[in-house]
């Protein structure tokens, strides 16, 4: 097995001295490859959620969502029992306008992430999709007994509705996509499992794929870390040949 030497300018040489070539990365499998990216990123990005701190936030963050809940259902009772079955309101166009015009932000947001291939496209498809839904319903319940229902209904039906699921089925695909790529460099085979069952870091990602497919993914992590362990040895038995030869012949005049 070839390898060369980790350096660069200015710097002193790595604690190795040398690491696995190109053309030897080459050679590798694609399991293999993936094996090898998984145990880097492994070693360079532990899991985030071993922190400490990120724990302590996430336990708080379930606390306060669980409070929201609670907070939400006592507050919704009490709008049962006291909002009037009428209520006249004296900005009705400035709350229509500023629907319309965070619908547009939100379009126009979608737009350039898209057209610039940015992750937050998911998150603003969201958000939008989230609007129209709000606009439908709106519409609806506001118009329900009025002259202007059948247009409301007419529009949810026809546009915002149907556009409200093109942008969440758009954003679901996108994340799917990633975590397909995540898959395939954890060298973890087989089909994307629902996003219900996929953990939120990808930690134990296998654990997410159906029963018949696990033992395909055990054994290709298998074979693959085989394969390193391999790599290591050689890597390891060239190095020490290296020293005795350097050391065999003295040092250089």
């Known amino acids: 097995m070839r390898t060369e030497p980790v350096s660069r300018p200015g710097e002193p040489p790595a604690q190795n001295g040398r690491v696995i070539s190109e053309a030897e990365l080459r050679r590798l499998t694609p399991d293999e490859r993936r094996q090898l990216a998984r145990t880097l990123a492994a070693i360079e990005q532990p899991h985030p959620l071993i922190d400490p701190k990120l724990l302590r936030r996430r336990r708080f963050g379930l606390l306060f969502m669980l409070a929201c809940c609670i907070g939400l259902a006592a507050w919704i ?44 496209l998911i998150a603003s498809m969201n958000v939008t999709g989230t609007l129209l839904v709000c606009d439908a319903w709106f519409d609806l ?38 975590i397909g790529t995540m898959m395939r460099l954890s060298g973890v085979e087989g089909r994307v499992p629902p ?10 990602l296998e654990e997410a794929l159906p029963a018949r497919l696990r033992p395909l993914a055990a054994e290709a992590r298998v074979r693959a ?29």
């Open 77 to 120: 009772a009490i709008l049962l029992l006291t909002l009037p079955m009428r209520y006249t309101s004296h900005d009705w166009k400035g709350v229509w306008v500023g629907l319309d015009v965070a619908e547009l932000a939100g379009f126009a947001a979608t737009a350039w992430a898209a057209w610039n291939q940015r992750q937050i």
């Open 225 to 253: 870390g085989t394969k390193m362990q391999q790599i290591t040895s050689d890597v390891t038995k060239l190095q020490q040949m290296t020293s005795d030869v350097t050391t065999a012949e003295g040092p250089s005049s």
């Open 195 to 204: 996003l219900w069952r996929i953990p939120l870091f990808a930690d134990g």
């Open 141 to 178: 319940a506001l118009s329900w007994g009025g002259r202007g229902f059948i247009m409301s209904l007419i529009t949810a039906v026809g546009v915002e509705l149907p556009l409200a699921l093109l942008l969440f089925a758009s954003a679901r695909r996108l994340v799917r996509v990633t």
